[in-house]
């Protein structure tokens, strides 16, 4: 993330015709932005795992190369798995069509003073990076990580229910969703589409425990009252 946030910002520098925004440059700068993060994006995580960087491939659609450049090597060809582009696919219209989160407020409070579109975005990934905004889904992997076993949960569901006790059942109780993302009704089938697969549907422990969590807190009132 802070090859992200320095990178994105960095792009004001690359385009200085920028700096004094007009209301002309709005489409050309988004496609600019939309074009090049995915690639910024790619090379952050090639870098943070050693792998050479990978460039872009113009027969490919914007999905396709985001995962061409993430999972392809100099040595080895990367074919896209389709069902894997589709679920990107989702994931990326639902994540853009999510009204005022914390990034987005940030995006908009840094807009407001007349910075340039690029200083702005770097903001809102500076926003995204918090572990209550964009640090809430590995949260909640290392939640389940934590629970370890479906018998557990019974004893999980109580600490989380004790306002005493630090622990919380992360994923549930969203500011706007109190009880239930609509987004997850749309990404739950293609998440099983997902892990059956890459064969995992049926022996992903988490996955599991994952499940139960969802069908206690749609039914506790505990839950659906917060």
């Known amino acids: 993330m ?15 015709d920028l700096l004094n925004f007009k209301e002309a440059d709005y489409e050309l700068t988004a496609i600019r932005m939309i074009a090049k993060i995915p690639t910024i994006a790619a090379m952050s995580y090639k870098y943070s795992i050693g792998q050479p960087f990978i460039y872009p491939d113009n027969s490919l ?4 190369n985001f995962l061409h450049m993430m999972f392809a090597t100099p040595c080895t060809k990367y074919t896209v798995n389709p069902i894997i582009k589709n679920a990107l696919n989702k994931i990326f219209i639902l994540h853009a069509d999510h ?3 914390a990034s987005t407020s940030t995006v908009r409070i840094a807009g407001s003073s007349g910075a340039n579109p690029f200083a702005c975005i770097s903001t809102g990934i500076a926003s995204l990076w918090g572990p209550a905004h964009g640090g809430a889904n590995e949260a909640v992997i290392n939640m389940l990580k934590e629970i ?6 019974p004893k999980y569901i109580a600490k989380a229910k004790d306002k005493n ?6 994923g ?3 500011r706007v969703y109190k009880n239930y993302d609509p987004r997850a009704a749309v990404l739950k ?9 890459l064969g995992q549907l049926d022996n992903n422990p988490l996955l599991q425990i994952a ?16």
Do not use: W
């Open 2 to 16: 802070a090859i992200m946030l320095a990178a994105v910002g960095s792009l004001s520098a690359f385009y200085p």
């Open 61 to 64: 659609d914007f999905t396709e």
């Open 99 to 101: 009204e005022q989160n």
């Open 148 to 153: 370890g076993s479906s018998e557990y949960i």
């Open 165 to 170: 006790d630090p622990f919380r059942l992360m």
């Open 172 to 174: 549930f109780g969203h």
């Open 189 to 197: 089938e293609t998440c099983k589409e997902v892990l059956k697969e």
């Open 211 to 226: 499940i139960e969590l969802e069908a206690i807190a749609l039914k506790d009132e505990y839950f659906i009252e917060r």
